[in-house]
């Protein structure tokens, strides 16, 4: 060895591989403002569609008048929903079993549904001419207040399902009523409630918020005639299952239609779904034959596509007085909006709230869930969130913080006592699932050790006396939140999207030189997916991640797969990745092999390539094999070194962290202000740690915009009153609190490289950790829970109901 032969270090440094803190790749383009987004297509003769919207949130639609918007120079079609009954797509089945309108069929059931779709030779005249559609309405009785939906005399909103006592998730109650959802053991529960020498019981609601990402939704369609093929570019986070969508939907032959997401700013569960708006751009493009964009504005897309939550969730846990916890019964009213469109895998109704025991040893639990119908747009996607998890991490974090006030225990100590401890896993939770690992109090304490909780528990005590005497106006809260995630949807056995497994895929060329393309059936939309995954195949197989071009978005040439959202990129396309890259590898041995003349089995893979074992001068790079793939592979090998590998996953991962908020609040102004943030996140082995730490950046700032500010409020009427970035909290660098982030490492067991998805981890704890911070800051004056979000009104109005402001 001579000076220059590079060190193991060296060789292992140079793949930048897993646990390296990679610089995105795909920043170089976005930082120069070069990255390549739906509205920046422009194809030769393209159109723009546009849509009339409902001002009401519930009316019969009496007429459409489509004469003078004709007039208006420019516009070429008015299209409603007459005309999508010529080709059978005046509704369309949504992915929770349900039926939605693409244009008001009849009536309107929430304020900006889509009435007609206008389409012009510019987006100018489109706005025109839907200014000149008169539509006559006649305004119905609204339903806004989920919990008044289903009253014997409350208006029927969904008149399509007239006489329908049964729906895609079983039996209606109502004709408002969606489904019942039961799981646990009731008995057993009521029994734990029963013998309880404590229990606690709240309401606590998840206000409806909507996923801000800062490119609204969009699609250009341009139908070929000639071929008969239908070209969609769109903001879509699951491409290949649009392209099945449309398909069917369209009675288009799959093969015909070609689905491509370039880059996307954001999606956060909001690409998801399908909307109205594709329909209309690719019935405009079929009708037409030229391209038609689609693009939604700000308002638009608060009000129209997608909200999440909206979950109103009546909480009781059982316990004993020192503190063990027995039993956990949940209710939820589910608010779904007009149309069941929720972005759940088909068999969960409630996605998988039943993680909602969180990361407690609860012995015995039970959970129902209605979904009801209301006058307010459909949707019920996972913003940031595996489905239903966020909510379901809300319930249970502020829920044990109410028992820890019960009782008058530290909420940090409730926690420590009633974890599942280490040895549990993997760890059977008495609503169903299996946690595959965990070691819940090393994080703890690791949190607690890191921020000095004792000191700020003291420093807590202490202003609290001073308040009492008077001598401050500012009170302390201390937000506690310790999560466990579900993700990684996920194994065949519990997860379809229309019947479809819910896999994911990879597929891997080694080129000649050394170099490779990879493919993937997930989509990034900003968790940085072009460097993590090379960075796991570079460990792999040894070829630098800078050799590798990861391609994600086009149906034409990414392996079918089921998308990114809920987390589900790592866990299941990660370890695709893994898989394919091993079938690479075990090629490459077999030709490594040949090439040193030895057998198979007496080489061992050495960071980047093969060694003889015990003959360390007899190496094979992997670069070197991978030209030898394509001039002198074994005889009877076929050529080539590329793989392919569709993972379906045997279990979920379940990731976990401890998070802690600190923050006063002044009671005379509700002004609050976050002294300090700090998160610990376990999402088992670490791709990239400087990417981790910007999605967990990201997460929690999305967690301080839920937790303290958004909210999609309607009045009375039905009327959107947050529609728009003027009232709709959307934090900038000024308002963002600063973020501490930490780790520990608890591998997957079952994944191959032990990854568990992180990306929404810090909005599912982040916001019981905001929340409880607000709770307990104002705990000792006699609170025991104020509804979210915590904006400085809420908590100017929280601080005068306790009868404290000043006279
Ligand atoms: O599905 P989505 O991409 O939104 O979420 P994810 O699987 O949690 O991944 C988000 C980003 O974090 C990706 O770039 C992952 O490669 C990265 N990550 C990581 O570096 N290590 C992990 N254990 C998990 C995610």
Redesign the pocket.
Known sequence: MNDMTPTREQRSAALEGMGCKRKRVEDIRFTQGKGNYVDDLKLPGMLHGDFVRSPHAHARVKSINSEEALKVPGVLAVITAETLKTVNLAWMPTLAGDVQMVLADGKVLFQNQEVAFVVATDRYAADDGINKVVVEYEALPVIVDPFKSMAPDAPVLREDLAGKTSGAHGPRKHHNHIFEWTVGDKDLTDAAFKKADVTIKELISYQRVHPCPLETCQCVCSFDKIKGELTIWGTFQAPHVIRTVVSLIAKLPEQKIHVISPDIGGGFGNKVGAYPGYICAAVASIVTGKPVKWVEDRIENLTATSFARDYHMTAEIAATKDGKVTGLRVHVLADHGAFDACADPSKWPAGFFNIVTGSYDFPVAHLTVDGIYSNKAPGGVAYRCSFRVTEAAYCIERAMDILAQRLGMDPAELRLKNFVRPEQFPYHSALGWEYDSGDYHTAMRKMMESTDYAALRKEQAEKRVAFKRGETREIMGLGVSFFTEI?GAGPSKNCDILGIAMFDSCEIRMHPTGAGIARMG?K?QG???E???AQIIATEIGIPADNIMVEEGNTDTAPYGLG????????VA?AAIAMAARKIKAKAQMIAAYKLEVHEDDLEFDIDGFRVKGLPEKFMSMKDICWAAYNSVPPGMEPGLEAVSYYDPPNMTYPFGAYICVMTIDVDTGVYKVKRFYALDD??????PM??EG?VHGGLTEAFAIAMGQEIRYDAEGNVVTGSFMDFFMPTAVETPHWETDFTVTPSPHHPIG??????SPNVGGVPAFSNAVNDAFSFLGSTHIQMPHDYWRNWTAAKNLGVLAA
């Open positions: 993700v997930t990034s968790q940085g997916h460097t993590t995954w990114t959202y809920g987390s589900r990129s790592t866990p990660g999402c088992g082995t670490r791709i990239n990417i981790i999605q990854a568990k998805g992180v990306g929404e």
